[in-house]
């Protein structure tokens, strides 16, 4: 039981190139979410899916997109990445169960935009 | 506004030396409040839910409590593998999630 995966964990992109961050859970959780953590900011939501088929804009959108490709699967996309989307990014999944909300996050994707 | 604050930002304390930290919050329609752990270099990992005022949860060294407008997280006893980040997070009515800022907790031998 792998919980929650990332891939890559770090990556260097140079601005104006694109990338996709990839998640995956195990846990059969129906709520996916991708967060970035910034020193000093806390973590703060980009974009959430609430179950399969849906997926809806959190805090900070602007500058990505995301696809939820099925139930286990929630990947982040950035088209034209800028150095203020320099960050840590965490996916984290929820609600395996009725009313069960806490979070289980992945180990997070280090990414530095030049 | 939903808001989360978290008190203190950063926390040393030695070791067997009891303290608490604290979670304050003003959100519309509380549906459950969490408490995390975080390490340096990876993500949070949870530690526990409350779902209402009086409510207590344990875990080894660790209580986490929850009022109204706050919670607790008091932490008996400390050892140097408690050293890590706090985060408190809350879900309000209408399902959002808001997370505070952590505090820092470094626990010296």
């Known amino acids: 039981n792998a919980g929650v995966t990332q891939t890559p964990k770090f990556q260097v992109l140079k601005t104006g190139q694109s990338m996709t961050l990839q998640c995956a859970q195990d846990m059969n959780h129906n709520s996916m979410y991708w967060y970035r953590q910034d020193p000093g900011m806390g973590l703060r939501l980009i974009y959430y899916?609430?179950?399969?088929?849906?997926?809806d804009k959190g805090e900070v959108p602007n500058g990505y997109n995301v696809s939820r490709l099925n139930k286990r699967e929630f990947s982040l996309r950035l088209e034209s990445a800028a150095p203020s989307q320099t960050s840590v990014y965490f996916c984290?999944?929820?609600?395996?169960?009725?009313?069960?909300?806490?979070?289980?996050f992945g180990p997070g994707t280090r990414l530095t935009v030049t | 506004e939903d808001q989360v604050t978290q008190s203190p930002e950063a926390l040393r304390l030695q070791e067997g030396e009891s303290s608490s930290l604290n979670c304050s919050y003003t959100?519309?329609?509380?549906?459950?409040l969490f408490w995390y752990r975080q390490d340096p270099g990876k993500g949070p990992e949870f530690l526990f839910t409350?779902?209402?005022a009086g409510e207590e949860k344990e875990k080894e060294r660790l209580k986490a409590t929850l009022t109204k407008k706050e919670s607790f997280l008091h932490i008996t006893a400390p050892k140097p593998e408690d050293s890590a980040t706090y985060l408190c997070a809350v879900q309000a009515g209408d399902d959002k999630i808001i997370f505070g800022k952590g505090t820092r907790l470094h626990i010296l031998p």
């Open positions: 984290a999944s929820s609600g395996g169960t009725a009313g069960s909300y806490e979070q289980y």
């Open positions: 899916s609430a179950s399969e088929g849906t997926t």
């Open positions: 959100v519309s329609g509380l549906r459950g």
């Open positions: 409350l779902y209402s």
